[in-house]
């Protein structure tokens, strides 16, 4: 895009490069640092960890993102991403694919959320961007536990969350060069994904992830769902923030592709 040439053409004459943007350093001398849990403006929990520059946004509760909630991303990982690509590479069509998994497969996943039902952080208390896209998908009215099943991960796995947020800077409803088409530009979206990951297997997953969204799309249910949420959302409220970049920076990805050729 031509916005993204322009960026990297004036960070390059400015002299910055990855290396150079601001980032979270207590691992670089240390496997563990002390952090202070405090609430923010909004009544959120977020970090203030000793040495850095930017507040922690949020609070990643390890019982769960190791226990319960591992066990909820790997039977969505295995019921809807692998199990759909195995039938997409059997040759099996699009509606059924979409009909298994709205009748059998999001009832396995619901029943799994059931469980930790109580661990759910309250829509009040969640962070900025997950929030933003909990009150759309409310507004939209349809997929109701999904939309916690999606909201309950992002809010608990940073990693997850980030990843989204950085796709919401590629998101336009109205940006010319997609046509005004919102399927387009999450296709766009899910392509840069994949050049923004280091590690292979990583890469592996993102190429896995787009074809099966995209096939799903395909189902006019899912559609429908999709085009209205797309619209409802304020993406600028999802998009990371200065904090999210910083600590995100310490990961393995590629936050400011935006800016720099890797």
């Known amino acids: 895009m031509i916005s993204t040439f322009i960026k990297r053409k004036l960070y390059k ?29 909004a009544g959120r929990l977020v970090m203030q960890m000793e040495g850095e520059d930017e507040v922690f946004p949020g609070f990643p509760r390890g019982y769960l993102l190791f ?10 990982k295995n019921q809807i991403f692998n199990d759909s690509w195995r039938m997409l590479e059997d040759g099996v069509p699009t509606k059924l694919i979409a009909q298994k998994i709205k009748e059998k497969v999001l009832p396995n996943i619901f029943a799994i959320l059931e469980d930790q039902k109580y661990d759910l952080v309250p829509e009040n208390k969640l962070s900025p961007a997950v929030k933003e896209i909990h009150r759309a998908w409310t507004k939209v009215g349809r997929g109701l536990k999904l939309r916690d099943v999606l909201c309950h991960i992002l809010q608990e796995d940073d990693a997850y ?54 096939a799903l799309i ?19 409220k999802v998009r990371l923030t200065k904090a999210d970049k910083y600590f995100f920076r310490g990961k393995y990805f590629k936050v400011d592709l935006d800016k720099f050729e890797y």
């Open 13 to 41: 004459l400015l002299g910055h490069t990855p290396a150079t943007m601001p980032m979270v350093r207590y691992w670089k001398t240390g496997e563990a640092v002390s952090a202070k849990l405090i609430h923010d403006e």
């Open 67 to 76: 226990g319960k909630l591992s066990k909820l991303k790997h039977e969505i």
């Open 161 to 214: 969350r980030w990843r989204v947020q950085w796709l919401a800077g590629y998101f336009n409803p109205n940006a010319w060069y997609f046509f005004g088409n919102p399927v387009k530009a999450f296709q766009i979206a899910l392509e840069w994904l994949e050049v923004a990951e280091v590690i292979g297997d990583m890469k592996e997953r993102q190429r896995l992830l787009k074809r099966v969204l995209l």
């Open 218 to 236: 395909e189902d006019e249910g899912f559609k429908r769902s999709f085009l209205a949420f797309y619209k409802e959302v304020d993406w600028k």
